[in-house]
């Protein structure tokens, strides 16, 4: 069992908060100078509980407060209690990952938070009822439930903008049920998950190799095998030919010097296409230009029709001298292109005469090439037959693994029927608490095995749910269940922190207060909550103030002094 009984800062930052046990309210209350009582600090209380407890920082509201409002050197200091035996928590946000645990025996300085979970979990004696327990941390996650979670469900206390998974494991450690079960269950559908994701990569490089399904590919892979083998077979009657070794290199000495002069004649021939005569004779009626311009002036055509026939000519002269020079050029590479086809012609002839030697049974018409062919095609071949096997192999593990699955999900089944007598006892226990608040038992809890990603599914209805202010109820109503039930609370640490849940009418607000207050089991343990005392406003039950003046341990208002950290300020982005 643990309880916490005092908040407080080195140096002091914010005013100490004594905690009892029983109900311990924190009030967010108006004053002179605003009505408001959102944004005072009561949210933030909680989480310095939280992060004295060990949350990671990058989760935690402190790492958003600036630095000149709350140094990163000041230890938050939590005071509590583990089964009567009084522990020290200190924990500052520049040294969030080396937290203090200090008794009255010793003091710890922990390398990592890990160590100070498991720490507090041994001294929680967390699983001593239970054969796998959740961690620390999970095991008080439904414990303290955070504002911004909305109670939108009972299997997800934290803040939805966190995305964080529905973890079932604390729940099912609280009600009795295998966690070892679950926690199985969730590795083999990951793995699962994992062999999918292998499959589909599979499906994706076959199509990339051989544009075909895998469901296709072993058809492929038997056509390939059939012509390797048939390409084999006729490498090796080449091979064992007479004189194969002495002509082998000599052919493909043969093949290289084909290309290589094949190359050079394609080049000539893209060179020759680029050459052209130029052939662009200017015709322009000189005289009809001169008898034009010496109607405007006289004399002026003349002097004109001079000039452009010797502009004309001295461009009839380049034309000829460049036309000589590509003339020349085009004689050379025709001459060059003839030296080719010559030699061409000899070596084809001297590659036939080879090659007949070789070429028996017609199958080899390159030697080069059908190396070539071949090593490509075995080199495709290993690799489709690796995705083939490979794929082969995984659709096995994948079965094998939801085979394996199934049989834990049929454990997991007969351990919720094993325990169906608790189940239903805890059930009744909503009820009783249902029928006291809204007055009536229509209501409902039920566990239930699936085959879904969630693997568990806890089916809970109250009366007239779906609603936010009724399904923040329903959440009330099955957290102080587990708090008080016989099903759970050996299991229970406890304590229970609720962060402003309560968003409902006034009767129900009231009933929900008188329940808390009545019962011995809560009184036995602690209950946090946080509330806006506007909500309190216009109640003429006596007992009801009276209730809120025996446990308001703390309040906050607008007013700078009145707030948690007696400053007002923006949270760092």
């Given at each position: 069992?643990?309880?916490?009984?005092?908040?407080?800062?080195?140096?002091?930052?914010?005013?100490?908060?004594?905690?009892?046990?029983?109900?311990?309210?924190?009030?967010?209350?108006?004053?002179?100078?605003?009505?408001?009582?959102?944004?005072?600090?009561?949210?933030?209380?909680?989480?310095?509980?939280?992060?004295?407890?060990?949350?990671?920082?990058?989760?935690?509201?402190?790492?958003?407060?600036?630095?000149?409002?709350?140094?990163?050197?000041?230890?938050?200091?939590?005071?509590?209690?583990?089964?009567?035996?009084?522990?020290?928590?200190?924990?500052?946000?520049?040294?969030?990952?080396?937290?203090?645990?200090?008794?009255?025996?010793?003091?710890?300085?922990?390398?990592?938070?890990?160590?100070?979970?498991?720490?507090?979990?041994?001294?929680?004696?967390?699983?001593?009822?239970?054969?796998?327990?959740?961690?620390?941390?999970?095991?008080?996650?439904?414990?303290?439930?955070?504002?911004?979670?909305?109670?939108?469900?009972?299997?997800?206390?934290?803040?939805?903008?966190?995305?964080?998974?529905?973890?079932?494991?604390?729940?099912?450690?609280?009600?009795?049920?295998?966690?070892?079960?679950?926690?199985?269950?969730?590795?083999?559908?990951?793995?699962?998950?994992?062999?999918?994701?292998?499959?589909?990569?599979?499906?994706?490089?076959?199509?990339?190799?051989?544009?075909?399904?895998?469901?296709?590919?072993?058809?492929?892979?038997?056509?390939?095998?059939?012509?390797?083998?048939?390409?084999?077979?006729?490498?090796?009657t080449l091979e064992n030919t007479k004189g194969y070794e002495l002509i082998k290199g000599e052919i493909i000495s043969l093949e290289e010097e084909i290309e290589e002069l094949r190359n050079k004649k394609g080049l000539i021939l893209q060179n020759i296409s680029k050459l052209?005569?130029?052939?662009?004779?200017?015709?322009?009626?000189?005289?009809?230009?001169?008898?034009?311009?010496?109607?405007?002036?006289?004399?002026?055509?003349?002097?004109?029709?001079?000039?452009?026939?010797?502009?004309?000519?001295?461009?009839?002269?380049?034309?000829q001298f460049q036309n000589k020079l590509i003339s020349e050029k085009r004689n050379n590479l025709e001459s060059d292109l003839d030296e080719l086809n010559i030699l061409l012609t000899e070596l084809d002839k001297q590659y036939k005469d080879k090659i007949r030697i070789l070429d028996q049974e017609g199958a080899l018409k390159n030697l080069k090439q059908t190396y070539s062919v071949f090593q490509k095609k075995t080199d495709e071949a290993s690799q489709l037959r690796v995705f083939v096997d490979k794929y082969h192999d995984l659709e096995k593990e994948k079965q094998t693994k939801k085979s394996n699955k199934e049989i834990e999900l049929l454990r997991l089944q007969a351990d919720i029927s094993d325990n169906e007598e608790n189940l239903k006892l805890f059930e009744k226990e909503i009820l009783s608490i249902h029928d006291f608040i809204q007055g009536n038992r229509r209501a409902s809890f039920e566990v239930k095995k699936t085959s879904k990603n969630q693997i568990i599914e806890f089916i809970y209805r109250i009366d007239d749910d779906g609603s936010h202010s009724v399904n923040r109820l329903g959440v009330f109503i099955y957290d102080i269940a587990l708090l008080i039930s016989e099903v759970t609370r050996d299991r229970h640490l406890g304590f229970l922190i609720h962060d402003n849940i309560f968003d409902v009418d006034r009767d129900t607000l009231l009933r929900s207060l008188k329940f808390i207050h009545g019962n011995n089991i809560i009184q036995k343990n602690q209950y946090i909550l946080t509330l806006n005392s506007d909500k309190l406003e216009g109640f003429l039950d006596t007992e009801i103030n009276e209730i809120v003046q025996m446990y308001t341990r703390a309040s906050f208002t607008k007013d700078i002094n009145g707030r948690f950290l007696k400053q007002k300020y923006q949270e760092k982005k």
């Open positions: 069992m643990l309880k916490i009984r005092k908040l407080y800062t080195e140096p002091q930052i914010i005013d100490p908060i004594i905690f009892y046990d029983g109900i311990n309210l924190i009030l967010g209350e108006k004053n002179d100078s605003s009505n408001k009582t959102n944004g005072v600090g009561k949210s933030l209380c909680i989480e310095f509980i939280n992060y004295a407890l060990l949350k990671k920082k990058s989760d935690s509201r402190l790492s958003l407060i600036p630095a000149s409002v709350f140094p990163e050197d000041t230890d938050v200091c939590l005071d509590i209690e583990i089964n009567e035996r009084k522990y020290t928590l200190k924990r500052s946000i520049s040294n969030s990952e080396n937290p203090v645990i200090k008794t009255n025996e010793e003091q710890i300085t922990f390398s990592k938070i890990e160590d100070a979970t498991e720490y507090l979990a041994q001294k929680c004696k967390i699983g001593r009822k239970i054969d796998t327990p959740p961690s620390f941390r999970k095991s008080i996650g439904p414990l303290i439930r955070d504002e911004n979670s909305e109670f939108k469900s009972i299997t997800s206390p934290y803040d939805t903008s966190k995305n964080i998974a529905d973890d079932y494991s604390p729940h099912l450690y609280l009600l009795g049920l295998s966690v070892s079960i679950y926690e199985k269950i969730k590795v083999i559908s990951k793995e699962i998950k994992k062999v999918v994701d292998e499959l589909k990569q599979i499906e994706k490089n076959v199509y990339l190799l051989k544009q075909v399904k895998v469901s296709e590919a072993r058809v492929e892979l038997n056509e390939l095998d059939s012509e390797i083998d048939y390409i084999s077979q006729s490498i090796d052209h005569i130029i052939d662009r004779k200017v015709d322009i009626d000189t005289q009809e230009l001169s008898e034009y311009y010496n109607q405007l002036k006289e004399g002026l055509g003349d002097f004109i029709s001079k000039d452009l026939f010797e502009v004309i000519q001295f461009k009839s002269k380049i034309d």
